[in-house]
C-alpha cells in the first residue's frame, strides 16, 4: 500500500478559543493544524484563475488545513486572520517588511498577539452577543460573521450594483447580516426593515466600535510617528510582499 506522505504541521491557537462554534465542530477545541507550505501551495499562490477571481488566499488556507472535518465556511473572520498570519510564518518566516508613507517596517509576525473574544458576552454559550444601543436606546443581539457571510456580503453588494452602479450600500449589508435580533424579534424581515429605516447613523457607528472592540481577531497593528511627530497605532498593511516577499517593493 502507498504510504501517504506526511509533512510537518503546526498548531495553531484561535483567538475565537472555539467558544462560537457548535459542538461537534473541530474547531471547537480552539486550535487547528496546519502543514508547512510547499511547492504545491506556490503553485496555488501563483495561479492565474484563483488570483482573477479573488480566491487564491482561500484556496492556499484550504490547502493548508489538515485538520479534518472543518468547514471552511464556519471559519470567524478574525480566526481566519489568525490562519492567514500562520501561513505566512509557515511558508516564508516570521519578518514582514512593508513600507507606509515612504518609511520601511518590519514586524515579527510570531510576536503578533490575540485578541481574545471574552466568553461572559456570548449568550447560552453560542455565536450571539447582546449590546443596547446608546442613543436610541434599542436591545439588539448580533453574531461575528464566518466565511460564508462575508462572500454572502459581498455577493448581495454585487447584486445591488447591478441595479444601481452608483449604490454603496457596504454597511447596510454587513448590518443585515451581523443582526441576530433587535427588541427580542429575531424575523429577518424586521431586521432588514430596521436597518434601512429605523437605525440610527449614530448608533451604527456606536455599534461597529464595540464590535471592533470585542472581536476575537489578530492584533496586526503597528506604531508610525507623522512627519509632527506624532506617534499613531495603524493596521499593518498586507500587501503583495505578505506571501510573495522576493516580490519589488
Do not use: C
Not at 90 to 102: H, P, R, V
Not at 137 to 161: A, M, P, Q, Y
Not at 181 to 204: H, P
Amino acid at each position: 500500500m502507498e504510504q501517504k506522505q506526511q509533512f510537518p504541521t503546526e498548531n495553531v491557537t484561535l483567538p475565537s478559543k472555539g467558544l462560537l462554534y457548535p459542538e461537534d465542530s473541530p474547531l471547537r477545541s480552539g486550535t487547528i493544524e496546519m502543514k508547512y507550505m510547499t511547492a504545491r501551495e506556490e503553485d496555488i499562490l501563483t495561479n492565474q484563475n484563483y488570483i482573477a477571481k479573488g480566491t487564491v488566499i482561500d484556496k492556499l488556507l484550504q490547502s493548508l488545513i489538515v485538520t479534518p472535518n472543518v468547514k471552511y465556511n464556519e471559519i470567524l473572520l478574525g480566526d481566519k486572520n489568525a490562519i492567514l498570519i500562520a501561513a505566512r510564518v509557515l511558508g516564508y518566516g516570521a519578518d514582514y517588511t512593508f513600507e507606509y508613507m515612504g518609511n520601511s517596517y518590519t514586524i515579527d509576525l510570531a510576536e503578533v498577539e490575540d485578541k481574545e473574544i471574552d466568553e461572559s458576552l456570548l449568550i447560552n454559550g453560542k455565536n450571539e452577543i447582546k449590546f443596547t444601543l446608546p442613543t436610541s436606546k434599542i436591545d439588539v443581539t448580533f453574531k461575528l460573521l464566518t466565511h460564508l457571510d462575508e462572500k454572502n456580503v459581498s455577493k448581495e453588494i454585487e447584486g445591488l450594483k447591478k441595479f444601481d452602479k452608483n449604490s454603496e450600500r457596504t454597511l447596510s449589508t454587513r448590518l443585515k447580516y451581523q443582526l441576530l435580533s433587535v427588541n427580542g424579534d429575531y424575523e429577518k424581515k424586521t431586521i432588514r426593515n430596521f436597518v434601512d429605516n429605523i437605525m440610527l447613523a449614530r448608533d451604527s457607528r456606536a455599534f461597529r466600535n464595540y464590535l471592533k472592540e470585542i472581536q476575537p481577531d489578530i492584533d496586526l497593528t503597528f506604531e508610525h510617528i507623522d512627519g509632527a511627530g506624532k506617534s499613531r497605532t495603524l493596521d499593518v498593511p498586507i500587501g503583495v510582499q505578505f506571501f510573495w516577499p522576493d516580490a519589488d517593493l
